[in-house]
């Protein structure tokens, strides 16, 4: 069984910054892309950045230039560096991972969600 656990998210002030780690567990043969999304109250869950297991990124406009995506495969961890910090990145902020658990199988995982807050 795979797990992803997020960290803890929290309250943070507009303009501040908060960094968000999710490590996956289970038996993993390896990991594939990674990424973080995110869904505010009354809206649809959107892709804030994702990263491929070679480290090629991608992130939506309204982050770029603020938040940053990195892995540690070692670790199996992905972590979203925010900075910058606006009310408007207020969301539930859920991990997604594609898992090898074998040679044949690829599946992809979701991590329960962090509520990050930004005051403004």
């Known amino acids: 069984q795979v797990q992803l656990v997020e960290s803890r998210g929290g309250l943070v002030q507009a303009g501040g910054s908060l960094t968000l780690s999710c490590a996956a567990s289970?038996?993993?043969?390896?990991?594939?892309?990674m990424g973080w999304y995110r869904q505010a109250p009354g809206k649809q869950r959107e892709l804030v950045a994702t990263?491929?297991?070679?480290?090629?990124?991608n992130y939506a406009d309204s982050v770029k230039g603020r938040f940053t995506i990195s892995r540690d495969n070692a670790k199996n961890t992905v972590y979203l560096q925010m900075n910058s910090l606006k009310p408007e990145d207020t969301a539930v902020y859920y991990c997604?991972?594609?898992?090898?658990?074998?040679?044949?199988?690829?599946?992809?995982?979701w991590g329960q969600g962090t509520q990050v807050t930004v005051s403004s």
């Open positions: 997604n991972a594609d898992i090898n658990t074998n040679k044949f199988v690829l599946t992809n995982y």
């Open positions: 289970g038996i993993i043969v390896s990991i594939n892309g």
């Open positions: 990263i491929t297991s070679g480290g090629i990124t």
